[in-house]
């Protein structure tokens, strides 16, 4: 191992390929071991920029998290009626996942075995509760059809959002269906969910 090689690495290609081989593996499939021959480093040259792997797992999913908490206060998600403001989210959360596919999907994929796991999952319900109060406050509106259980919109609007971690993949460079698709999940999801407007 050279020195030019083990100096190429840094804390964020690191943490690409650890993301790459906790999907690909399962985090709790994956050893240091594992994680030096993907980086094609030495163990300790990783220990050189983290503590482990868990401290590697803490910041691939604080970095989609951070992402999407950060939607949250943007001012589409704080100003105007609620259902502008949920469908701006919905929006914009279809967008971090397409720019942060695959630190999302690790974020999803966690099931709570570790401490930083925990942690996880309790940020990530905190988010999916600021979004379903938002539905609420659509439907408390009279913005969101009374014929529609509001728990099971939200179930089926979360469901939605986050398959797309199952089949999206990027096109390079972007593209006309990278743009669309965010639309598309709003329109698919609030074109049945808003009522219907009044007719004169």
Do not use: C
Not at 24 to 44: F, V, W
Not at 62 to 69: H, V
């Amino acid at each position: 191992m050279t020195a030019a090689k083990r100096d190429a690495y840094t804390p964020d290609t690191l943490l690409n390929v650890a993301v790459r081989v906790f999907n690909e593996r399962g985090y709790d499939g994956t050893s240091m071991e594992h994680l030096s021959q993907a980086a094609g480093i030495s163990k300790s040259s990783i220990y050189h920029h983290v503590a482990g792997k868990e401290e590697l797992l803490r910041r691939a999913v604080s970095r989609a998290l951070d992402a999407l908490f950060a939607v949250l206060e943007e001012p589409g998600a704080v100003r105007g009626r609620a259902v502008e403001r949920i469908e701006y989210v919905t929006r914009r959360t279809v967008e971090v996942l397409m720019a942060e596919l695959p630190h999302v999907t690790l974020l999803l994929r966690v099931r709570g075995n570790t401490e930083t796991e925990r942690w996880a999952m309790e940020r990530r319900r905190e988010f999916d509760q600021r979004v379903a109060d938002l539905l609420k406050a659509a439907a408390a509106d009279g913005d969101l059809r009374a014929d529609v259980d509001i728990r099971l919109a939200t179930r089926l609007l979360f469901g939605m959002v986050n398959s797309l971690v199952e089949w999206y993949r990027p096109h390079p460079g972007g593209g006309q269906d990278d743009d669309q698709l965010a639309e598309t999940v709003v329109r698919l999801a609030f074109d049945g969910l808003r009522t219907a407007p009044q007719r004169p």
